[in-house]
Each structure stands twice: as C-alpha cells, then as structure tokens.
C-alpha cells in the first residue's frame, strides 16, 4: 500500500554516502539517510529519547547515533538498537528518481 | 521530553571533521588497555614482592592510583566509544564497572541525565554532581586523601559502595527512582548483586588466608588510591556555574602531563566531550585543537585548575551561590 504522498526531499547529491540530512515537512521533521551506493532510507527526525535532531549525528555502520547521548538507530528499519532510546523509529520509503531524492510519507 | 540542542551553545565545527574525529577504533581502545592493565600489573607485582616492608606502601598507592583510573575506562566505555566494536565496549564496561565499584545500569543512566542536564539541581536533578552546595569544605579536601572518603560516609548521600548494598538489598533509592527508567532497575538490582556478592567472595577470601592481600588488589583500591583520580576528576565543573545551558560557563578543560592524560583517558578536554560526546576519548585533544579559539582558555595543569578551584570551593561553603565567572570568547 503506498498511501501517503511522495514528497521531493533534496537533490541526490546533496547527501554524502554514509549521512544524513534533516527536513521538515508540514510541521514535523524528518531524517533522510544515504547508505553507501544509492541506498536511501527516511525515518521521523526526532531521538525518540529525548527528541533530539537527528540529523545532528552521524551515520555509523549503517546506524544513526544519536548526537546527544550516542543512542543508535538502524538506518533501514529505524530500530533502537541501544539506549538511551528504546522506542524505535517511524521508517519511510525513500526512492532514488534521476538525481532528486523522494520520501513517501503519510 | 524535548531536550533542544539548539538552545545549548555549540561551536563551529565542519561536518567532515567532526565526523572524522567521532569515529571510533579498535586500534585505539585495545592499545590503551593493554598499556594500562600492563601498568597495573607491574605496580601490583612490585607490591606483592615488597609486601611486608614499607616500599609495599609505596607500591599499593601506585598500584591503587592506577586501578582507580578504571573509571575513566567505564566512562569512556559508558558512552560506548572506547572501542569501534561493541563487544570490546560491553566486556571492558562491565570489568572497569566492577573495578570502579560503580553499578553500570545506574550509571549509564545517571550519565545521560548528567549530559542532558549537566550540573542542573532541578528537574531533573544531576546526580553526578561531585561538589554540592554549599561545599562541605572539610569533604572536599579529604576526598583527596586516602580512605579519606570513608570519614564522611556519613554524608554522603550518593556513596557508591553503599548505594550498590542498597541497590543489592532491592532498596530503590532516589538516584534509581529519579534517573533509572522503571524497566531498567531490576537490572541495576542484578548487577549491584553480582559487585556485592565477588565483593563478598573476596573479603571471604582474605579471612580464609588471613591476609589483606585480595582486599587490597580488589575492593580498597577505591579507598586508598583515589587521589590522582580525583584531583583529575574534579576539575570537571568543580567551581562553576549550575543550571547553565553552556558547558564553557559550567564545565572546565585543563591541560595535563601526558601520564595524567593517558590514565584519564583524555578527559580533561572536558568541555569539548560535553559538547560532542560521539568523539572517542582518543580524538578529543584534536577535537580541542579544531574549537580552541571559541573556547574559554583552558587550565594548565592541576596547579593552574586547583588555583581557581579551592578559592571558590571555600567561598561556596559560606555562599551556595557563588561561581567562578568564565571569560568567554566572544
């Protein structure tokens, strides 16, 4: 099911390989992420500990560390994976189309 | 809760060295340990073959100083960048936890609390504060004295070896209320059982052998060889601000002698691990080197941090609200 709306997030090039980058969108704020290769991957933008930005971080062995208290999340499925945070992450579909980079988020 | 890292001060770093210097290393993390437990190894060595002459005394304080500085171990290893795997983090975590006396499960949380409210006495209380207000002058300075601590264990509201009995004993004290998550304490219960009963062990064997020896290589380290852990480690936010949302105005970097650095494991660039607290204790003296021009200028040495410190520590004993007023950049 792909209900939700594909949003236009950024140009291809704008992330590096193994980061990430924060937007908003319609209030809320997200997190897009560049695995190495043309992997992306969304998640909600927010530590789910204490509700830190994300893209403040890095992306580590496929993680994103949380800047604050290094909590990490798997940047494919957005599962806590150490604490602090014990509430996983809100996962979205990001898909590659030429060079933009687009989120389908519901 | 909303903790906005916007409204915390934050330098100017480029992205791309920050996150070169967050990496973490195996390299890194196993080099040090294995300098470290040699080091400890050949003090307690010296101590053993000297026991029964007075150059014990001197080997026992080596040997003790140097095995307090498995905190900075659990510290590091706490935030999970001792090493870049986390195996290596979750073994040495446990081993310099023990050896610290620190529980870890309490630990690891009181240590978030701290970072996200570093030196804040309300809502949520820092339970890592190391000098209360108003300073009990008499406390602070026998904290550098071995057993020293143990004369105001009275006072202590947060003394380590009798929180973990307690903990042990399932007593939910304020520190496992306040900081440690509901599903977590059992684990804190679990751990503080497992210090208690190698503790017990221990002390079971030295009377069965009728000797001091496992007590003083296991369990009195803490009490007898704290003193350079302590002189390093309370030049952390001793005399500075509270309630603050900058860590140059409550936080404090000292520049030390390389031993002093290696066994602290670099933190006494403190204010930058505050700050960035994903960069490894191995890259924080290149971390300092990258913000140092919009850092307050950093202490040298102990003598140049204890000469601010114990002139406000007196005066916070007669006045809680004193703090030493940090020149910041502008």
């Known amino acids: 099911m792909n209900n939700g709306e594909w949003y236009q997030v950024c140009a291809a090039d704008d992330i590096d390989e193994e980061d990430v980058m924060g937007f908003e969108y319609n209030g809320k704020y997200y997190a897009i992420y560049r695995l190495l290769g043309d992997n992306f991957y969304a998640s909600d933008g927010l530590c789910t500990h204490e509700q830190v930005k994300l893209a403040d971080g890095f992306v580590f062995n496929g993680c994103i560390e949380c800047p604050r208290h290094n909590a990490s999340f798997d940047v494919k499925t957005g599962k806590a994976e150490t604490p602090p945070a014990t509430v996983d992450l809100r996962s979205y579909r990001a898909e590659r189309r030429g060079d933009k980079v687009f989120v389908l988020l519901n | ?330």
């Open chain 2, 1 to 330: 809760m909303q903790v906005n890292l916007d409204s915390w001060y934050k330098p100017t770093v480029e992205r791309k060295v920050l996150k070169e210097l967050s990496k973490r290393s195996d390299a890194d993390g196993v080099r040090h340990v294995v300098i470290y437990f040699a080091a400890l190894l050949f003090s307690g060595v010296l101590a053993y073959l000297t026991w029964g002459t007075w150059w014990a005394v001197l080997f026992f304080f080596i040997y003790g100083n140097i095995f307090a500085f498995s905190n900075s171990i659990q510290h590091e290893t706490n935030h999970g960048t001792f090493f870049a795997s986390p195996r290596l983090n979750l073994i040495f975590w446990h081993i310099s936890s023990f050896m610290t006396a620190f529980e870890p499960i309490r630990w690891k949380w009181t240590h978030f609390v701290h970072h996200s409210y570093t030196l804040h006495t309300k809502n949520p209380y820092d339970f890592e504060i190391q000098v209360t207000r108003p300073a009990d002058v008499v406390a602070f300075f026998l904290k550098f004295i071995p057993f020293g601590g143990l004369l105001t264990i009275h006072k202590s509201f947060h003394y380590v070896h009798k929180e973990t009995i307690m903990h042990a004993l399932g007593i939910v004290t304020p520190v496992l209320e306040q900081s440690v998550p509901a599903e977590e304490r059992p684990k804190a219960i679990f751990w503080a059982r497992v210090h208690v009963s190698i503790w017990l062990v221990v002390i079971l064997l030295s009377v069965i052998t009728r000797s001091w020896l496992p007590m003083l290589y296991i369990i009195l380290p803490n009490f007898y060889g704290g003193t350079f852990l302590t002189l390093c480690g309370l030049t952390q936010h001793s005399g500075l601000a509270e309630n603050e949302k900058d860590h140059r105005l409550s936080t404090r970097t000292v520049i030390l002698n390389p031993v002093l650095s290696f066994l602290y494991c670099r933190m006494e660039y403190h204010i930058e691990h505050h700050i960035f607290p994903l960069v490894p204790c191995h890259n924080l003296k290149q971390l300092h080197e990258a913000v140092k021009d919009q850092m307050p200028a950093p202490r040298m040495g102990l003598i140049g941090a204890y000469s601010e410190i114990i002139p406000a520590v007196i005066k916070q004993g007669s006045d809680p609200a004193y703090n030493i007023q940090v020149q910041v950049p502008a």
